[in-house]
């Protein structure tokens, strides 16, 4: 995908790059560009070909992506309002804040779970949590939640479709934009409910 063979890559980088990815992406400023869902999902058709260990490989993304957020959680409480007054930098935009910040205003704590599902939000959705001083035991149930049904779901998904295409690992770059196109969605409709419609004068 985009020049690069996200099998090859994936085999390459192993289980600790695999858990290092998702751990960075799900609440640590420099995993905002990561591709969460799509190595989540090529980690499972690879391990429906041999390669891992589905049992050792869905524990370890659950626990990188709990891990993950919660160390988000941590640096939002410690970070703080000064977060809104930080300089863009390559990894860091306000915009960012604002997106994550309105998917708070409409989902509440349940943002921590359905930003799972969103690239980019899913970054900022457990620091602005920390921020907004979310009690940690309902953020933790969240968390925990969303781990599975993300980090988990997508990979069982990746694993069953290997399971059940002959050779899937070959038809892995439309069946990754697929997913990717699916995690796509809610942000669309998202953006698409909160443009701004007021007419130009």
């Given at each position: 995908?985009?020049?690069?063979?996200?099998?090859?890559?994936?085999?390459?980088?192993?289980?600790?790059?695999?858990?290092?990815?998702?751990?960075?992406?799900?609440?640590?400023?420099?995993?905002?560009?990561?591709?969460?869902?799509?190595l989540?999902?090529?980690?499972g058709?690879?391990?429906?070909?041999?390669?891992?260990?589905?049992?050792?490989?869905?524990?370890?993304?659950?626990?990188?992506?709990?891990?993950?957020?919660?160390?988000?959680?941590?640096?939002?409480?410690?970070?703080?309002?000064?977060?809104?007054?930080?300089?863009?930098?390559?990894?860091?935009?306000?915009?960012?804040?604002?997106?994550?910040?309105?998917f708070?205003d409409?989902?509440?704590?349940?943002?921590?779970?359905?930003?799972?599902?969103?690239?980019?939000?899913?970054?900022?959705?457990?620091?602005?949590?920390?921020?907004?001083?979310?009690?940690?035991?309902?953020?933790?149930?969240?968390?925990?939640?969303?781990?599975?049904?993300?980090?988990?779901?997508?990979?069982?998904?990746?694993?069953?479709?290997?399971?059940?295409?002959?050779?899937?690992?070959?038809?892995?770059?439309?069946?990754?934009?697929?997913?990717?196109?699916?995690?796509?969605?809610?942000?669309?409709?998202?953006?698409?409910?909160?443009?701004?419609?007021?007419?130009?004068?």
């Amino acid at each position: 995908m985009f020049g690069i063979d996200l099998l090859s890559l994936v085999q390459l980088v192993g289980y600790p790059g695999i858990f290092a990815m998702i751990f960075a992406e799900s609440g640590i400023l420099i995993g905002v560009f990561f591709p969460g869902a799509s190595l989540l999902f090529a980690s499972g058709v690879l391990a429906a070909a041999g390669v891992f260990n589905i049992w050792i490989l869905l524990t370890g993304v659950i626990v990188a992506a709990v891990a993950g957020d919660s160390v988000g959680y941590w640096f939002g409480t410690k970070v703080g309002t000064a977060l809104y007054t930080r300089p863009d930098t390559r990894f860091f935009r306000k915009e960012y804040i604002e997106k994550t910040k309105l998917f708070f205003d409409k989902y509440g704590t349940r943002t921590v779970l359905v930003a799972r599902f969103i690239p980019i939000v899913r970054t900022f959705a457990p620091i602005l949590a920390g921020v907004g001083s979310m009690t940690y035991k309902t953020f933790l149930f969240y968390n925990v939640l969303g781990a599975f049904l993300w980090a988990g779901g997508v990979t069982l998904l990746g694993y069953t479709l290997g399971r059940s295409i002959p050779d899937a690992e070959k038809f892995i770059l439309p069946l990754v934009l697929i997913i990717v196109g699916f995690t796509l969605i809610p942000l669309a409709v998202h953006w698409w409910q909160n443009r701004d419609v007021t007419p130009k004068q």
